[in-house]
């Protein structure tokens, strides 16, 4: 099945640091999704981008729908313990118009 | 509260023999889903259904099967388990579709022996 590619695989970060990470497909997505996963749990949704070039925030979360609708990326500033976590990009549409997630980049954040 | 439960949440079985995983939610949400899990794979939907009688194929729906008979319930059926099924299991649902928040289930770990 098709897959996103979802970068870095994963991260190991000092209290304070900002975080990048990115999504990118050969497909165009409708929709991007941004969700983490904590230790032993489902996946929460933190934020949802509907329209290309669409800049979201939620408290230190900022993430993008990229212009050519083939991207995503999320930011996370000043990075805390809790933060730590799988975070997963998804996008909806594409060449079979279903829900496809990233592999997942995995946040390790140390105080 | 508003939730979505899954059971049973850990599960070891053998080759061929069938299974039900059920998932419930509380939310009336018309929208509900089946993932799996597998590392260095992310997510992968398996079926999914838009509301009750109304189901249709992920992105992996070889071997599984689903029924929506109720709003509320949203079973996965392994009629014959094989090894590469043993995977760590999600439902969830939203109000209306895969677009929407999706709440998930706290997961089923499922090992085919």
């Known amino acids: 099945g098709q897959q996103l590619n979802q970068s870095p695989q994963s991260m190991f970060i000092q209290e304070g640091e900002d975080v990048s990470m990115n999504c990118t497909s050969s497909?165009?997505?409708?929709?991007w999704l941004w969700y983490k996963q904590e230790p032993g749990e489902g996946p929460v949704l933190l934020i949802a981008?509907?329209?290309?070039?669409e800049l979201t925030s939620n408290g230190r979360l900022t993430a993008q729908f990229g212009i050519t609708r083939k991207d995503s990326f999320l930011n996370i500033s000043a990075s805390i313990p809790s933060d730590v976590g799988i975070y997963f990009c998804?996008?909806?549409?594409?060449?079979?118009?279903?829900?496809?997630f990233g592999t997942g980049t995995l946040l390790a954040v140390q105080p | 509260e508003a939730q979505v439960t899954q059971n049973p949440r850990y599960l070891i079985t053998v080759t061929g023999k069938k299974l039900t995983v059920t998932c419930s939610q509380n939310?009336?949400?018309?929208?509900m889903s089946w993932y799996r899990q597998d590392p260095g794979l992310g997510l992968r939907q398996i079926y999914y259904s838009m509301n009750v009688e109304v189901t249709d194929k992920g992105d992996v729906p070889e071997g599984y099967k689903v029924s929506r008979k109720e709003k509320r319930n949203f079973p996965l059926i392994l009629e014959s388990p094989s090894p590469n099924q043993t995977s760590l299991y999600f439902c969830?649902?939203?109000?209306?579709?895969?677009?929407?928040?999706?709440?998930f289930g706290p997961g089923t770990r499922l090992t085919v022996l």
């Open positions: 939310m009336n949400h018309e929208y």
């Open positions: 969830a649902s939203s109000w209306g579709s895969m677009a929407d928040t999706q709440y």
């Open positions: 981008l509907y329209k290309a070039g």
């Open positions: 998804a996008g909806l549409g594409g060449a079979t118009n279903k829900l496809i």
């Open positions: 497909s165009i997505f409708n929709t």
